[in-house]
C-alpha cells in the first residue's frame, strides 16, 4: 500500500497539525513516510499545503499533479485550487467552509459560488461542516480534528492509531476536545 495525501487550507486553520498526525500515525504503523510543507502565505488567511505519502517504501516528499489518493481540504476554494493534483479514482474531503481571501477582501475578485457543486461534477467529493461541529463542541480550534476524523476511513491507516497521535500531539489541556471533535467528525457521514 502507498498512499500521497494534501492537505490544504488557510494558516490558522491546523493543516500543519493534521499533516503531523497523519505522518506520525503512519510511522507508528510501520511505513516509510515522507512530509513536505509548503506553507506559501501561512499567515492567518494565507493558502497553506503539505504532502504526506506513506508506504511501504517512499522516495520524495511531494505530490505530483494527478497524482494524489487524497485531498483533505479545510476550506471549499483551497480545494478547488488544488483539485487538479487528485489521481482518477481519488477524493477530495472538503470542509465547507468560506474564508475569503485577500483578493476578495479588498474586492479585486469575487468568491466562486457553488465551490462543491462544482468539483462534485469532477470527483468524489466527501463534504462536512467541520466549523459548525467544532462550534457545538464550544471551541472552533478543533476544526483540524473534526476534519481529520471524518476522513479518517480514507486514509488506510488505523482509526484507533489516528486517535491516540492526536492525544500524545495536541497540548495536554485540549486532549479531551479534540479528541471528542475527532470522534463526532469520524461519526459524521
Known sequence: MSKNVMIV????????????????????????????????MAQRGGSVVTFVRYGDKVSEPVV?????????????????????????????????????????VTGAKTYPEGIIE??????SVYSIDGQEIAKSLGNSKVLNSVVLGYSARHLGLNVETLKQTLESIVPPKTVEINVNAFKKGYESK
Open 64 to 104: 505530483e499533479e494527478g497524482c494524489a489518493d487524497v485531498i483533505i481540504s479545510f476550506e471549499r476554494l483551497e480545494a478547488m485550487r488544488y483539485a487538479h493534483y487528485l489521481k482518477q479514482g481519488g477524493i477530495i474531503v472538503v470542509n465547507d467552509c468560506r474564508i475569503d481571501p485577500m483578493t476578495v
Open 118 to 123: 462544482t468539483l462534485k461534477q469532477t470527483y
Open 9 to 40: 487550507g488557510v494558516g490558522g486553520q491546523g493543516t500543519l497539525l493534521t499533516s503531523r498526525i497523519i505522518g506520525k500515525s503512519a510511522l507508528k504503523e510501520g511505513y516509510d513516510v515522507k512530509i513536505s510543507e509548503v506553507h506559501g
